[in-house]
């Protein structure tokens, strides 16, 4: 979703906004815009509706040159995507802010901000942060007490940059429920909602805490908690790669991520294992403890993240024998829902900043969960900062907006996870060590699918002009059927939907023709006759089977039938892999059709508003 970058520098920082809002094209958004004060103390501004490239040709024919500036990308909230609704917005000459997330207050504020004299210029929520911090500078000519007041009467969320042309010498910066991180430099400081931005420029980074609002100047950065306390927020030093940004050899950035993903399994699994056995330490120092108590497990998450969550409820109920519960966290959050006793709140997200996700934890910790874990791909995200316990995914950043190599690691995760609790339950050193070499397998066997992709890559040609279809799957494979529905319709938006095979006849049985194409998930395990039968229904109706399976199915293409065979592989592992050839096949689908595969239209990698 909406992305900010700013700095305090010497140096004009014009390249340094717009190579930073580059790197954050990926989160989707419509609408971009920087502000600098020049020499001369003036605000300047330039906004363009549609592509950072556009608003970086804007400033190549009337550059702006300063040290101090925020710019934007906007993902339309409250006003349609335009320009005179893109950020930076102005009050007056003097202050410019640019801003994340929802102030759900605005209209109240507006009007009140109306009837004190200021003119609106924007329909957007952000010009009332703008004119509210300038309205209360009148009373006191400190840009960082007039913020801390405005920001006191904000009610939603927040992720905001404030810079006042009568003092360049300095910017503020304030977060609630919207990420912020600070980037230090020697003698230049910046801000970004995504320490991807800041790479090129430092490796060096203070996250926020909620609430914290921020003085930064070139020398310094000064941060006061929620109270208005002076505080100290831990430095570290980033490990993701400087060129996370770049596509590489790759057309796009999903084929990129597809392809990464046996080496980001390894780092997933990368000291985490050892011969035989899986080193529960990975999940913090007291996760042995905490596991042998756990008698339950609630799984949060949305999107992908929900899938991968749906999978590791199979596994647990069947490896680790205890109840396991899973909610899409956007219906989590708004009901009473019962606590089972001793049960682990585990939350899955890429990016662990989804605000539903977050909402929902926060909504756990108060509830008498046992304990909170998150398993996450982004290192000092707000998910990872307020649970008990993490597990980093370590898949590297993710730019395309699919989710690819972020879902098989979350997946790799959990089996784990399932693994170390199962240890506590009493699975046998042998089962243990059955996981553990399936585990270790995963890169491999994807390494053998991905050599599969000139055949998927033929089978997308017959898909792509097709309007609709089917994902079918049982048991563990079913959520992967749901996976694949929705990696082809986000990036080739064709309508897909995915049902549990048995539930063919309770309806969707119905919509079956030749212009349904079914897609099937079907490796060799006990509910595969089962299958075989609902495919049989499917093709009585003059249905056209696309069938992804093993060789021990003996599953073979016929009329109407189109079977691609993928290795055999361990049970336990067969979602993991399955996952992978439907992403192909959705990338494939969506270069036929010319979609934009890495920032599909409407949707945004980052979802931190509700
Ligand atoms: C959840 C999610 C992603 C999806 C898209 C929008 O995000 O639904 O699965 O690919 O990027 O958000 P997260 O909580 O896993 O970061």
Known sequence: ???????????????ILVEGLRRLEYRGYDSAGVAIIDNESQLKRIRR??????????????????????????????????????????SGDDIAVVHNGIIENHEILRNYLVQSGYEFTSDTDTEVIAHLIHHELKSNGNLLDAVKRAVHQLD?????????????????????GSPLVIGLGIGENFVASDQLALLPVTRRFMFLEEGDVVEISRQSVQ????????????????????????????????LKEIHEQPDAINNTLEGRLNEKQIIEESFGPNAKELFSKTEAVQIIACGTSYHAGMVARYWFEEIAGIQCNIEIASEFRYRKSFVPKNCLFVTISQSGETADTLAALRLAKETG?????????????????????????????????????????????????VTSIAKQKGLSKEQEAEIVKALKEVPNKINHVLQLSNDIE??????????????????????IAMEGALKLKEI???????YAAGELKHGPLALIDTDMP????????????????????????????YVFADTHTKLSNSEGVKVMHLEDVPEVIAPIIYTVPLQLLSYYVAIIKGTDVDQPRNLAKSVTVE
Request: glycine letters at 8%; one cysteine or more.
């Open 1 to 15: 979703m909406c992305g900010i970058v700013g700095a305090v520098a010497q140096r004009d920082v014009a390249d």
């Open 49 to 90: 509706l549609g592509k950072v490239a556009e608003l970086a040709d804007a400033l190549s024919l009337e550059p702006l040159t300063g040290g101090t500036g925020i710019a934007h990308t906007r993902w339309a909230t409250h006003g349609e995507p335009s320009e005179r609704n893109a950020h930076p917005h102005f």
């Open 156 to 176: 939603g969320a927040y992720g905001m940059m404030v810079i006042d042309r009568r003092d360049p010498s300095r910017a503020i910066a304030a977060r609630s």
């Open 223 to 254: 941060v006061y908690n929620a109270k208005g306390d002076k505080v100290e927020r831990e430095i570290s030093e980033s490990s993701v790669e400087h060129d996370a940004g770049d596509k590489g050899k790759y057309r796009h950035f999903m």
């Open 369 to 417: 969960y046992m304990a909170s874990l998150s398993i996450c791909n982004v290192p000092g995200s707000s998910l990872v900062r307020e649970s008990d316990l993490s597990f980093m995914t370590r898949a590297g950043a993710e730019i395309g907006v699919a989710s690819t190599k972020a879902f098989t690691t979350q997946l790799v995760a959990l089996l784990m996870l």
């Open 458 to 479: 033929h089978l997308a040609e017959e898909f792509s002009e097709k309007h609709h279809s089917l994902f079918l799957g049982r048991g563990n494979q079913y959520p």
């Open 492 to 498: 080739s938006y064709i309508h897909a939907e995915a």
């Open 518 to 545: 079914v897609v099937v998930v079907a490796p060799n395990n006990e509910l595969l006759e089962k299958l075989k039968s609902n495919m049989e229904e499917v093709r009585a109706r003059g249905g056209l089977l």
